[in-house]
């Protein structure tokens, strides 16, 4: 199977990162594409800039990632509650493209942060949007008190349960 993997983040040292990469590694037999959203940077989406240039060749590119996987995993990263401007930019331009982004492919979405919160509200969302985008969630995970749970040094979670948590959810890809 051909996995796409990526952080709804263009933080450097993005927890989302550490979270779906360590993800990503539990799915057996997986080949991982595990993406950066820094290398699809373009400028801010506008119908305006639509109009004057066509759709950037980096929403194309992201497209094509997609188009070329069997399944998708992302986590999501949560600013003010929603979408982060690097994700939102990315999935605008991208549907410009083909309104069903994700083409139909089974995906397991995962979130989390430092706080209680565990991104819960952009979670959410994108489990409730994903069906007009072409994604089919197979599994979610929020993850809540991210340093608490995740060993940084060992790229793995510390918590038994949790772990277990998320191999349930990472199986559905099978």
Not at 96 to 122: E, F, M, W
Request: proline letters at 3%; aromatic letters at 10%.
């Amino acid at each position: 199977m051909k996995l796409l993997a990526f952080a709804a983040s263009n933080s450097r040292s993005s927890i989302n990162k550490s979270l779906v990469t360590y993800a990503a590694s539990l799915v057996e037999n997986a080949e991982v594409d595990l993406i950066d959203l820094n290398d699809y940077e373009m400028p801010i989406f506008s119908s305006d800039r639509e109009n004057e240039s066509g759709i950037p060749q980096l929403a194309h590119d992201f497209y094509n990632k997609i188009s070329a996987a069997d399944a998708v995993m992302i986590s999501f990263a949560e600013h003010n509650a929603s979408y982060t401007a690097a994700y939102k930019n990315l999935f605008d331009w991208t549907s410009r493209i083909d309104a069903k982004v994700y083409q139909g492919k089974p995906a397991v979405l995962l979130a989390t942060s430092p706080g209680p919160g565990g991104a819960a509200n952009v979670l959410a969302a994108a489990k409730s949007s994903a069906p007009y985008f072409g994604l089919e969630v197979k599994a979610d995970l929020s993850l809540a008190k991210f340093y608490d749970e995740f060993d940084m040094e060992k790229g793995e979670l510390k918590n038994a349960k949790v772990k277990d948590q998320l191999l349930t959810a990472v199986s559905f890809l099978k």
